[in-house]
């Protein structure tokens, strides 16, 4: 505000009650020639604090003793208002020991009224000012430090390297919980806190800044608090050196960063787990498969195995029970999965209801069973959700290490192949990889790729095998089966390829050929040998074709256009396809069978729950398996079996054909069983059309 060598105008308020020593002042000051002051006067202390409180004043020249006021008292109350404007105070010889008091207390100068003259009354003014505006500056600027210490939630430490003693700040002290008076000034306050496994790298960083190796200090580690827990903390710092470079102090902050790992690790524990089961997932997986492969080559480590497994059914399960309840299930089974796995191996889901398994320390392949077998254990106990029982079984793919493998992938596809394997032989097993599964996986993908353009180019063709009427004899119908004229390989019998169109989703459109092929065959021959009732077929339906809404119209389409009247046509079906296949599926079903087509359930007492599925849905008939017909008269004897399933039908009032008949005696013992219908290779194998009329031409009767 003032500077010594310009002339300013310095707002002088003079609180003197005696108007003589006033004039007097006013004098000596308009004599100056460094300021030129405006003074207002006031003579009693509570008009000069009515003044003081509008402020506006650069100074107070204050007499200690005034009408209302006296001694101390009057600078006590006038400094209480005048805050920040500095105060002088004018005194007599007398009261000496007051104003020295009044200095202590914050008061700038004081003088001494006779003694006063215009040149030190000037400098004590200008001064005063001055140290004011400088105090103030530094109070600024210290609460602003103040502040910003507050603001960054910064702990400070001050370390004296010669002493070895360290001021740790109030707020470094709270960050730990700790009182001011709770931490000594031991380097060991904080040393001895490091989470022991941040110590030694904490003690590198130092000393490679002590020793002169970096800029300045920053390290991030744990620190224990009063409480016992770690927080993540910041350090930073700098050393102070001497002119050698020896440091002699170093100095810096501490910061609490326990959110933002917090917030690290959540990002890196999603980025490698599985969303819904918390389980890893199949990045993790990979990066562990990896590490045990490493470690297995570089020093001979135990062999481990990982297990593939897909459950059962899952996608039943999700449609009819829907996908909250399917979510669930997933979750409890990662649950039980990981309550049952040693530390140290990983399940991981690596998809839908796809999961891996990483066990270390299995010798060989059977270990690896075992754990198969318990996972199969701890699926089948009842899940109960949201008032749902559910169960499931799995299929199980098992690769162990000694195949020797020099990538994870090899190894998560080895397993991958043995779980198709087992899924293949009839779900709820397992299959251990071997050098052969190899090759037929990769005979079985070519096969899928020469599948997909045989479709276009017509290379199938259908093959007819009678069904005979045990009682009359003679051919009633026929079924339907395709066969796949392979260039090169010849004719291929549909075990070898409906698993793979199934899978592909060729099997739809292939589907559909062989129902319009097998009606249009039929209806000729209902025409060429004409009987009574006509002949009828029975045609494989996959349960992938009753997925479509509108599949009854396609069928009545078929139907029509071929002119084969709906009572000619048996559709064959698994139990299977109606466990697989949920309510659209039979919704259809029971259409189709309304308008007249017959439903004969195929490969009897194979399947699930065959018999509550008999009463439960309307067949017209069921083809006993052929494992039951060719039992029959042999150690294992399955007569009790097949007589039990014929009662059953009978009762039902629905038809029975006995599949697979190889010889008379089987014949003998099933027309004696009074078993309607039969098939096999005994009476005919599957024919070419040219070969089914020859055989009907020539009227056989069996
Ligand atoms: P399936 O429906 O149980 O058909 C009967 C199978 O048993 C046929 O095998 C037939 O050749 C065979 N067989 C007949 N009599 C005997 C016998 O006395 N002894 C023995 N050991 N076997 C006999 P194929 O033609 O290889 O068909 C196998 C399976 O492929 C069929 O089993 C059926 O499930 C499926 N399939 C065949 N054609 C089609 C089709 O067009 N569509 C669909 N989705 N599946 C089909
Ligand atoms: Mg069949
Ligand atoms: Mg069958």
């Known amino acids: 505000m003032s500077d010594t060598g310009r002339c300013d105008i310095v707002r002088v308020l003079l609180v003197e009650d005696s108007p003589d020593h006033a004039d007097l002042i006013r004098a000596k000051l308009q004599r100056s020639r460094r300021l030129s002051a405006a003074i207002t006067h006031a003579e009693r202390l509570d008009a000069a604090l009515v003044l003081l409180q509008d402020g506006g004043f650069d100074v107070v020249l204050l007499d200690f003793s005034l009408p209302d006021s006296y001694g101390l008292e009057t600078f006590r109350r006038a400094q209480a208002v005048a805050q920040r404007t500095p105060i002088i105070v004018l005194t007599s010889l007398d009261d000496n020991e007051l104003a020295v008091q009044a200095v202590r207390e914050g008061a700038q100068d004081y003088l001494i009224k006779r003694e006063a003259d215009t040149r030190l009354l000037v400098r004590s003014i200008l001064y005063a000012i001055e140290r004011k505006a400088a105090a103030d500056a530094l109070r600024d600027s210290e609460e602003r430090y103040a502040l910003a210490v507050r603001g960054a939630n910064d702990g400070l430490w001050d370390w004296d390297l010669k002493a070895d003693r360290v001021f740790f700040s109030p707020r470094w002290k709270a960050m730990l919980g700790f009182g001011d008076a709770d931490v000594g000034d031991s380097p060991r306050e904080w040393l001895d806190r490091i989470h022991p496994d941040d110590r030694p790298p904490f003690r590198r960083h130092l000393d490679t800044h002590l020793g002169g190796g970096s800029d300045h200090f920053e390290f991030e580690h744990r620190m224990r608090n009063a409480a016992g827990e770690y927080l993540w903390v910041l350090a930073r710092g700098v050393a102070e050196r001497d002119e050698r470079g020896t440091p002699y102090r170093m100095a810096g902050s501490q910061t609490d960063i326990t959110a933002r790992k917090r917030a690290e690790h959540q990002l890196q524990h999603d980025a490698l787990h599985d969303g819904l089961t918390g389980l890893a997932n199949r990045v993790l997986f990979m990066d562990r498969l990896a590490c045990a492969l490493a470690d297995l080559q570089r020093r001979a480590a135990p062999h481990f195995a990982v297990l593939f497994f897909d459950l059962d059914r899952f996608k039943n399960i999700n449609d009819s029970l829907g996908h909250t309840l399917g979510d669930k299930l997933l979750v409890g089974i990662a649950r039980r999965l990981e309550h049952f796995l040693r530390p140290g191996d990983t399940v ?34 009842t899940f109960s959700i949201d008032g749902h029982d559910v169960m499931v079984t799995a299929s199980i793919g098992i690769a162990h290490s000694s195949t020797g493998y020099t990538n994870p992938e ?16 009839g779900k709820a097993r397992y299959e251990v990889f071997d050098r052969d599964m190899h090759q037929s996986a990769v005979t079985l993908l070519r096969l899928e790729t020469e599948l997909r353009h045989s479709v276009h180019r017509g290379e199938f063709e259908m093959h007819y095998q009678p069904i005979v009427s045990l009682t009359q004899g003679r051919i009633v119908g026929f079924e339907g089966l395709v066969r796949w004229r392979h260039p090169k390989r010849g004719l291929v019998t549909p075990d070898q390829f409906i698993a793979i169109a199934e899978e592909t989703g060729l099997i739809v459109p292939l589907g559909w050929w062989v129902l319009r092929e097998s009606c249009r065959q039929t209806r000729r021959w209902q025409r060429q040998f004409p009987a009574d009732p006509s002949l009828w077929v029975s045609v494989n339906m996959s349960g992938k074709l009753f997925m479509k809404t509108d599949m009854v119209d396609e069928m009545l389409g078929i139907l029509e256009e071929t002119g084969l009247e709906p009572r000619s046509l048996r559709l064959e079906v698994t139990e299977n396809v109606v466990m697989d296949h949920a309510d659209l599926a039979i919704r259809n079903l029971m259409e189709l069978r309304g308008l007249g087509v017959q439903l004969s359930i195929d490969d009897f007492g194979t399947g699930y729950s065959s018999l509550s599925y008999l009463q439960r849905f309307h067949y017209d008939s069921l ?21 039990t399933i014929l009662n059953l039908a009978n009762s039902l009032g629905i038809g029975v054909v006995a599949e697979g008949i190889e010889t008379a005696e089987q014949v003998e013992r099933l027309r004696r069983m009074q078993c309607p219908h039969g098939q096999g290779y005994w009476f005919s194998r599957p024919l070419t059309v040219p070969a089914a009329e020859e055989l009907m031409a020539s009227a056989p009767s069996w």
């Open 623 to 643: 083809k006993i398996d052929r494992s039951f017909v060719s039992k029959l008269g042999t150690a294992g004897d399955s007569r009790a079996i097949v007589e």
């Open 348 to 381: 991981a889901r690596l998809g839908g209801d796809e999961f891996a398994i990483l066990i270390h320390r299995v010798d060989d392949a059977s270990g690896a069973i075992h754990v198969a077998d318990r996972i199969q254990e701890i699926l089948s106990m």
């Open 410 to 425: 090899e190894i998560l596809r080895d397993a991958d192949i043995a779980m198709y394997r087992a899924k293949a032989g």
